[in-house]
């Protein structure tokens, strides 16, 4: 495996996605509809669901070439939910340049975003061939789940009683089956055996859990500017993250009255943040969250092992190990 | 075909597609997202493109009952476009009752569009069977054309040269496209051959063109009583309707600068209606309208005439006209 170089080969993917992505929507009228498009699919980011369906056509034993267009149409999927969140969030930025809805207007952003999910399905039905059925069947459910997910998700914003147990399952619909999805759909059009479609959903699903609890780590351990994100946002906004529900649960005393607080007033403020950050330290929040993230990363890759193709094998190990070593 | 009672159909089928659509999310988790959708399909409609799937069905060769689910999907995306325009048009009311965003939230009711969606095409996949790659390619197809339709719409309640024949362009892609949509959606369910589909298309195209300007029509001759809304709201509102724009067109000296003032004043005040409705008459935009509403409907039943399936052919022909003849 000493030939492999990951990361140059996810460089490499990433940037004939992004070359189709850009060229995708070129010329196309109106422009009071498309310009918006394209100004969202240009704004950057990783591009990791592009890569996992590629990697997953690998792992079926196809060439990364038969699922191109899928891995664009995840790409436009995927930005269709930040536009449309960014609306429900009232978000000013993303990726450090204005929000659609900013940019333009909120109608502009509705409207922009429900072509995306249009111009995703076209996409995916190039790729597609004889299992239109199935792929378009997984594609939908992951639609559904997204938004099941973002529902639960504004829902707790308002409770006060949410549980660990609900997040998880919000976190699963909302960010892990998109991941899921992803898989699957690479595997299904790379003509996957079931045994391959279950292993690549797997390490998906874990995949994608291990993501989201990074990232409401990195909240707290992130650095500020590395980050992008102010430290400690999320207690300032008041989320009931992983973090905040786990020290819910363990706090008693004076410290679960410091966490209930949270919820009361609806956030933190910024000079607080310390002070919290010392709470979770004591509860061994931080702790027991790496633990979780670790634990979510080892089942991704233990599935991930059992992929014989040798490269996509090598890059999906690879992809769930730094996603967890990732700072920002 | 004394046999065939055309309302009697249109109002079993009807009721089968009701039964369908307002079971369908029945006891689905989270409420939060579900009991919106509910609501949206629970408002009633004439399920006009729920029709055009099972009688292009049977154009096509096939039974009524082989294009249900496909009938529910294209309601479900009618609802979800209702559900959206009311957000950008900031419609507080919609077959007398309150919009979705207003009855929740403006977070909610994207949410539960975004989600319609997908529900939509869930459905239509039951009924794609072999054919979903062709299927699934029509429906985002016409999902695209109803985005661009609805972003030139928006485009030109900005734009104060809007010329007649850009709004047919509109109204193509708004209206007449989801139409046309439906038929040719019907007609690949049934199995049809090319020379069905192509029938079945110019059918839904020219039928929903006559629809939406028998609508524009509608706004200056109907009985408000009876049409449920006010009579001149669109002259109210300031929009660029077919008469408004064909006016437009005729009209010069004083006629034109009276014309001219409802776009520089965005609109005009209810009590001016009359006075305008009395211009229309002048400029004989009432009967040029009528003529061309007329002109469409006879392209879609000329197509219609072809059809061989004696009931498909008569319910179609019965509808085109029965479109043309209604008063809301």
Chains 1, 2 share one sequence.
């Not at 979780?292 to 690879?318: G, L, N, P």
Request: hydrophobic share 40%; proline share 2%.
């Amino acid at each position: 495996m000493n030939n492999i170089d990951p990361y140059k080969i996810y460089s490499k993917q990433k940037s004939i996605i992004e070359k189709r992505l850009f060229g995708l929507l070129k010329g196309s009228k109106p422009d009071s509809l498309y310009e918006p498009c394209r100004y969202i699919l240009h704004s950057g980011g990783k591009r990791v669901r592009a890569l996992l369906i590629l990697l997953s056509v690998k792992a079926a034993g196809a060439q990364y070439s038969k699922g191109y267009n899928a891995a664009v149409a995840v790409e436009i999927l995927h930005n269709f939910t930040l536009v449309h969140d960014d609306i429900m969030d009232n978000a000013d930025k993303r990726r450090g340049m204005p929000t659609l809805h900013k940019k333009y207007d909120i109608s502009t952003a509705i409207l922009a975003g429900d072509n995306l999910i249009a111009v995703a399905y076209m996409n995916l039905l190039k790729d597609a061939g004889p299992y239109a059925g199935n792929i378009v069947k997984s594609f939908t459910k992951g639609i559904i789940e997204v938004c099941e997910g973002q529902s639960l998700d504004k829902e707790f914003e308002l409770r006060n009683n949410v549980t660990l147990q609900e997040y998880l399952i919000m976190i699963k619909k909302k960010t892990a089956a998109l991941a899921e999805m992803c898989c699957l759909i690479g595997g299904q059009i790379g003509g996957g055996t079931n045994k391959h479609l279950r292993m690549l959903k797997t390490f998906g699903r874990n995949l994608g859990i291990a993501f989201q609890l990074q990232d409401d780590l990195l909240d707290i351990t992130g650095d500020e500017t590395e980050f992008g994100k102010v430290v400690g946002g999320d207690l300032i906004e008041g989320k009931k993250t992983y973090l905040f529900l786990k020290a819910l649960e363990i706090a008693a005393g004076n410290n679960k009255t410091m966490l209930l607080e949270v919820i009361k007033k609806n956030g933190i403020r910024k000079n607080q943040v310390g002070k919290y950050k010392e709470l979770y330290n004591k509860l061994d929040i931080i702790k027991l969250t790496k633990q979780e993230v670790f634990r979510y990363t080892q089942k991704a890759v233990s599935a991930a092992r059992k992929i014989e193709d040798d490269e996509a094998r090598h890059m999906m190990i690879w992809l769930a190990e730094s996603l967890v070593e990732r700072s920002k």
